[in-house]
């Protein structure tokens, strides 16, 4: 009976401390509110939500969120040069197609979180049987290079901890 009224309880906490957060009003009625809303929303969203999420190895999911915050401090360097550069010196984008490895859709929707997240990359499109990923790169020089790195840094550990 819990797990059918509560499907996601650590949605369902989050979701009471946003109402709460969000409305900087902490009153009973406020509570009763926003107990309703994080009992609501995860049940009528549970269909949505693509398989359980079951993360094999933490260590290297923290290693990787390290790895990430260190590369958007790194990036926003770089595009703060290069959108500051002189016309001649100017960062030259493209688009390059990663062919994807990583299958399980929780994976999928970090690393699509990763590019996004990371100032110069934006993930662009997917194919239809996940294949294969279009990302375009703010400043991109050499291709293979990318997808290189596209692959060992954020693919590869992303099918350790979810595959």
Not at 26 to 55: F, K, N
Not at 137 to 153: G, Q, S, V
Request: hydrophobic fraction near 55%.
């Amino acid at each position: 009976m819990m797990r059918r009224l509560f499907p996601a309880p650590l949605l369902s906490l989050a979701l009471l401390a946003m109402w709460l957060v969000l409305n900087r009003d902490y009153s009973l009625g406020q509570w009763l509110l926003g107990a309703v809303v994080a009992t609501i929303v995860p049940v009528m969203t549970h269909s949505l939500r693509p398989t359980p999420v079951r993360i094999r190895h933490l260590g290297l999911a923290f290693r990787l969120s390290m790895m990430v915050g260190w590369d958007v401090i790194v990036w926003n360097w770089k595009v703060l040069r290069g959108t500051l550069a002189s016309s001649a010196t100017q960062p030259k984008g493209g688009f390059i197609t990663v062919p994807l490895d990583l299958r399980d859709p929780n994976g999928l929707a970090v690393l699509a979180a990763i590019m996004c997240v990371i100032p110069g990359t934006i993930w662009s499109e997917m194919a239809l049987d996940r294949s294969a990923l279009l990302v375009h790169i703010f400043d991109l020089n050499d291709p293979d290079e990318e997808i290189r790195l596209i692959k060992a840094r954020y693919e590869r550990p992303l099918m350790e901890i979810f595959e």
